[in-house]
Nanobody, 125 residues
């Protein structure tokens, strides 16, 4: 099993920045891909970004491309999401996720095996 713990959420004004962190423990060596998802009230959980642990390849949702950056530190089993130029529509609970499968291009939430508890991000206008 893998345990994921997020931190770094909060309240920020539009145009501001936040950095989310996720620490993996347990069988973290088995993780192939780590990602971030978000879920706003009344909406389905949606993909934000993912990173392949081996070579650091990344992929982003169109809505955050150019504003968000995902990065990782393999020895520390950690992943971060730097969020810049935040907009009110970025308001959501952000979840860290991980999977052992190699289909890192698959951004469906159902393809991820492990989930954190989520951290709230609120962007005021």
């Amino acid at each position: 099993q893998v345990q994921l713990v997020e931190s770094g959420g909060g309240l920020v004004q539009a145009g501001g920045s936040l950095r989310l962190s996720c620490a993996a423990s347990g069988r973290a060596f088995s993780i192939y891909v780590m990602g971030w998802f978000r879920q706003a009230p009344g909406k389905e959980r949606e993909f934000v970004a993912a990173i392949r642990r081996g070579d650091g390849s990344t992929t982003y949702a169109d809505s955050v491309e150019g504003r968000f950056t995902i990065s990782r530190d393999n020895p520390e089993n950690a992943v971060w999401l730097q969020m810049n130029s935040l907009k009110p529509e970025d308001t959501a609970i952000y979840y860290c996720a991980a999977k052992s499968r190699v289909d890192w291009w698959n951004t469906a939430a159902t393809s991820y095996d492990y989930w954190g508890q989520g951290t709230q991000v609120t962007v005021s206008s």
